[in-house]
């Protein structure tokens, strides 16, 4: 399954910045637009799988997974 987020970019003083909309924290600054989307893909699938596994350790022993679609 492949999700789909929205990079919010744009160019500030020779560098370009960007955030991850639905990610809070997921931000990223390159010095061009597209080693600035590779970092953001980079540092929003490292978000995605340390708050998975934060959520698995939070949930101890026990717990099921259930899939959500928004």
Do not use: H
Request: with cysteine; hydrophobic share 40%; charged share 30%.
């Amino acid at each position: 399954m492949t999700n789909e987020y929205t990079a919010v970019v744009k160019q500030d003083d020779g560098w370009w910045i960007g955030w991850i909309e639905e990610v809070p924290g997921v931000n990223c600054q390159e010095r061009t637009r597209e080693k600035l989307l590779e970092s953001l893909r980079v540092t929003l699938s490292e978000a995605i799988e340390f708050n998975r596994e934060d959520a698995r350790r939070m949930a101890g022993v026990g717990f099921e997974e259930a899939l959500i679609a928004a």
